[in-house]
């Protein structure tokens, strides 16, 4: 017996011994946490800077606008920039490394390259939604991902390390974005039919069941990788996860998470190639008419439609993964501190409306036919209205400042009232 009770007491010595020395020990973190953000952005200058052949950034600015590739090679000061629309161009400016409540990549001298999604215009007082300072929320040292998120959009973008000269990686990316002639496609997942629309306009994917109404669907943005569609953030389709969908232009393929999706055309599907050209386009229920012509704006993305008004002529969207025309609010013009816009109009209710987004959507029932018709409707996100017709209205400072009667449209006046279609012209 004594000689446990003097084991116990022995082993009660020794714990206290112990707990007294674990007490005269440093806390966790040795560094203080601006010493560990230095040692941070240390680490991540260092892996920009050595990078052999740069980054590649997929950037993601406001959700009207698509989703599109830079490369970035940066020395200790500087940053040189291309982007994919101009491959062979490139402009240098200063980034910095700092912290704002966390670690923030900064472009901060102007870039016309790496500003243009961020530099505010007359006629885009927001711009486009982009960013040139991004949080740092992520940094993989094996991979050597970094994952940033714009301060102002909140939208994520990722650096990778280049394989390849910026070059002839955004080369690649061009080339795809030609070859890329997939509007549609299903697949079979978990037992039940998804069928999936790409629109190149805004480059996001809509996915959901076959037949399944619109506000069910899941939509994802994606940039082009030249041999994939990387996803801004992964999404689920039943139980299957996608990052990215690899490109197969011969078969007509996406394929990821081992789910093939086969290209397919929706009923109704109107090529970009056949919006182009004159129509006669329907207003006030049909009694009244007058001739337009929709013309190349940028290539399989948006068109100018002339003769609605010797003011000015509107851009209409192609969604390409539908085939339909999308036509919603924007300024058109302006004089001195007043900006003009057409602005989406509920003709039953009598309410106009200046948010972004809002408008029609112009689909086609029988594309059988060549001088097929284009049916206007709303796009569903006036919420509690609906826009059947348009205005020429002013603005100042962001609150309403009056019709413009005098820029009319080839009605004759400010208004345009529904029902909206156009027929096509064959000559």
């Known amino acids: 017996?004594?000689?446990?009770?003097?084991?116990?007491?022995?082993?009660?010595?020794?714990?206290?011994?112990?707990?007294?020395?674990?007490?005269?020990?440093?806390?966790?973190?040795?560094?203080?946490?601006?010493a560990r953000m230095t040692s941070f952005l240390s680490d991540v200058r260092e892996a920009l800077i050595n990078s052999e052949y740069g980054w590649t950034l997929d950037y993601f600015p406001g959700s009207a606008y698509a989703g599109t590739t830079y490369t970035l090679v940066f020395s200790s000061q500087m940053v040189t920039a291309r982007h994919e629309s101009s491959p062979s161009e490139s402009e240098t400016s200063t980034y910095n490394l700092k912290t704002d409540d966390g670690a923030v990549l900064s472009f901060d001298t102007y870039?016309?390259?790496?500003?243009?999604?961020?530099?505010?215009?007359?006629?885009?007082?927001?711009?486009?939604?982009?960013?040139?300072?991004?949080?740092?929320?992520?940094?993989?040292?094996?991979?050597?991902?970094?994952?940033?998120?714009?301060?102002?959009?909140?939208?994520?973008?990722?650096?990778?390390?280049?394989t390849s000269t910026p070059e002839a990686y955004l080369e690649k990316v061009k080339e795809m974005d030609m070859n890329m002639d997939i509007a549609a496609a299903s697949a079979t997942i978990g037992g039940k039919e998804y069928e999936a629309f790409l629109d190149a306009g805004t480059r996001s994917l809509t996915i959901g069941e076959k037949g399944a109404p619109d506000d069910s669907l899941k939509t994802a943005r994606y940039i082009l990788t030249g041999e994939t569609l990387r996803f801004s953030n992964s999404f689920t389709v039943g139980d299957v996860t996608f990052d990215e969908l690899q490109f197969n232009q011969g078969a007509g393929t996406l394929?990821?998470?081992?789910?093939?999706?086969?290209?397919?055309?929706?009923?109704?599907?109107?090529?970009?190639?056949?919006?182009?050209?004159?129509?006669?386009?329907?207003?006030?229920?049909?009694s009244r008419s007058f001739p337009v012509e929709l013309v190349e704006d940028e290539r399989g993305r948006t068109f100018k439609m002339e003769g609605l008004s010797t003011f000015f002529s509107p851009v209409l969207g192609y969604n390409?993964?539908?085939?339909?025309?999308?036509?919603?609010?924007?300024?058109?013009?302006?004089?001195?501190?007043?900006?003009?816009?057409?602005?989406?109009?509920?003709t039953g209710a009598g309410y106009l409306t200046w948010l972004d987004g809002?408008?029609?959507?112009?689909?086609?029932?029988?594309?059988?036919?060549?001088?097929?018709?284009?049916?206007?409707?709303?796009?569903g996100v006036w919420e509690n209205y609906k826009v059947s017709g348009w205005l020429v209205w002013s603005?100042?400072?962001?609150?309403?400042?009056?019709a413009v009667s005098s820029w009319p449209m080839a009605s004759g006046s400010y208004q345009l009232p529904g029902a909206i279609t156009m027929k096509k012209i064959v000559e």
């Open 358 to 379: 809002v408008g029609m959507v112009g689909a086609v029932e029988d594309n059988s036919v060549e001088d097929f018709l284009v049916e206007f409707t709303d796009n």
């Open 111 to 162: 870039n016309t390259i790496l500003h243009q999604y961020a530099t505010a215009t007359s006629t885009l007082y927001q711009a486009k939604g982009g960013d040139f300072e991004f949080e740092i929320r992520s940094f993989d040292r094996a991979t050597k991902e970094i994952v940033l998120i714009g301060k102002r959009s909140r939208n994520r973008c990722t650096l990778r390390p280049l």
């Open 1 to 34: 017996m004594k000689s446990t009770k003097y084991l116990f007491l022995a082993f009660s010595f020794s714990a206290l011994v112990l707990m007294s020395c674990q007490r005269e020990e440093p806390d966790i973190f040795e560094e203080s946490s601006s």
């Open 255 to 286: 394929t990821g998470s081992g789910i093939t999706f086969n290209k397919f055309y929706p009923p109704g599907y109107i090529s970009y190639q056949q919006f182009l050209g004159k129509f006669t386009l329907y207003y006030n229920n049909g």
């Open 395 to 402: 603005m100042q400072d962001g609150s309403s400042a009056g």
């Open 320 to 346: 390409g993964g539908r085939g339909r025309l999308t036509w919603e609010k924007q300024t058109v013009g302006g004089s001195g501190s007043l900006e003009y816009i057409l602005a989406p109009w509920d």
